[in-house]
């Protein structure tokens, strides 16, 4: 009961997700890290945008930091799903930008200034995959991942997404295989193959002062975004 009480006070932040809130007790948890994760294919930049997208509809600003795809790009593949990002823009509330993966050592620093530029109540970081693109020590690159983390943990007013990808055929859950550990969630994307079936599904690994669903749950991607199904099979 008293596990209930405190998970029941926790103030939550809408996915916008069409039947994922209802799995995680009504939201991410506000001014949390949450990672997206999962193979080329599955969703995860349109995941972060209709997180983003969300929040503006509500009245909420958001900032989203692309370090391989250019804001021009991202824009005008949203603009399928109907997200016009652009308006935002203008009104001040939305920044989509793109940040050299070669100078990830000042990632912190542009995260911060954008976050207050817009007082961010919404931030997505896609994707922390090209960190190794220019730091070639392992060690390193988890160093500077959890200077992140612990950086993002600072704006408690922002709920943030980190992106990042899982090398095909691996069992990992991330790139680096350090960001599931300095994050308060973790969600799977998968991209499932089954003759000439495809099929994608989310599985919520982790997620910190939540009970969670536990079940791996089908989605798909429409002319309106992702959209939750009901459990595909018990874990």
Known sequence: MVRQLLYMSVKRIKTGIPGLDGLIEGGLVQGSVNMITGSAGTGKTIFGAQFIWNGLQKGETGVYISLEESPEDIKEDMKIFGWDFEKYEKKGLCKIIYHD??????????????????????LVIDSTSVFGLNIENPSQIRRRLFGLASALKKHTDTTAIIITEIPEDSKALSRWGVEEFVVDSVLILNYLGIGEEYSRSLMIRKMRRTDHGKDIYPFEISNKGISLGTPKMNL
Do not use: F
Request: aromatic share 0%; glycine share 0%; net charge negative.
């Open 101 to 122: 993966p070669a100078q990830v050592n000042n990632l912190s620093t542009v995260m911060t200034e954008e976050i207050s530029n817009v007082d961010a109540n919404r």
